[in-house]
T-cell receptor, first 112, second 114 residues
Framework: AQTVTQSQPEMSVQEAETVTLSCTYD???????LFWYKQPPSRQMILVIR??????QNATENRFSVNFQKAAKSFSLKISDSQLGDAAMYFC?????????FGEGTQLTVNP | EAGVTQFPSHSVIEKGQTVTLRCDPI?????LYWYRRVMGKEIKFLLH????????ESGMPNNRFLAERTGGTYSTLKVQPAELEDSGVYFC????????????FGPGTRLTVT
């Protein structure tokens, strides 16, 4: 069975600062993908960033980057230069097939 | 291009009643998924369609839940009879392919069973 754990139910950051959201996972598969999804208030969940497990290089999408530590089964999300629009629930997810396994989410607040 | 849509956005029903949730995927997406988030817990997989066929329904909690996808287009998820523990947010997602393709999520249907 696959599991995803997000140990920070809530986080806050000052606008323009950097914040890191934590995620650990467990899987027996050797080939899998990891994702961070973002759900703004009353809006649809959207994909923020994706990491293929076979790639050693950490994925980056503009202000969003990940720190993928395969041996430690850790997949943290770093948001640089935080903006008010980054306030949302962030979900870490894992797939080795078609279904996604999610963590419980981290509610991020961005303070002006 | 229209995204994944779900109807209704919110449903309140009494225990023992029946509710049907609908999901319209992005046009051309053969893969359709249902997920559920109960009481602030993690989002859990319910089932996966490829066109009109159920590829994986191992996440369906019990036989009170019935999912269909007639003609491989929209999908419905019926709960009959509803129980209190069925309350939560039901998400639908669609993708172009299976496995590692990005899943596009709908806004969810919030189901409250009283």
């Amino acid at each position: 069975a696959q599991t995803v754990t997000q140990s920070q139910p809530e986080m806050s950051v000052q606008e323009a600062e950097t914040v890191t959201l934590s995620c650990t996972y467990d899987t027996s598969e050797s080939d899998y993908y990891l994702f961070w999804y973002k759900q703004p208030p009353s809006r649809q969940m959207i994909l923020v960033i994706r990491q293929e497990a076979y790639k050693q290089q950490n994925a980056t999408e503009n202000r969003f980057s990940v720190n993928f530590q395969k041996a430690a089964k850790s997949f943290s999300l770093k948001i640089s230069d935080s903006q008010l629009g980054d306030a949302a629930m962030y979900f870490c997810a894992l797939t080795s097939g078609s279904r996604l396994t999610f963590g419980e989410g981290t509610q991020l607040t961005v303070n002006p | 291009e229209a995204g994944v849509t779900q109807f209704p956005s919110h449903s309140v029903i009494e225990k023992g009643q029946t509710v049907t949730l609908r999901c319209d995927p992005i046009s051309g997406h053969d893969n359709l998924y249902w997920y559920r988030r109960v009481m602030g817990k993690e989002i859990k997989f319910l089932l996966h369609f490829v066109k009109e066929s159920k590829q994986d329904e191992s996440g369906m909690p019990n036989n009170r839940f019935l999912a269909e996808r007639t003609g491989g287009t929209y999908s419905t998820l019926k709960v009959q009879p509803a129980e209190l523990e069925d309350s939560g947010v039901y998400f639908c997602a669609s993708s172009q392919g299976g496995q590692y393709y990005e899943q596009y999520f709908g806004p969810g249907t919030r189901l409250t069973v009283t």
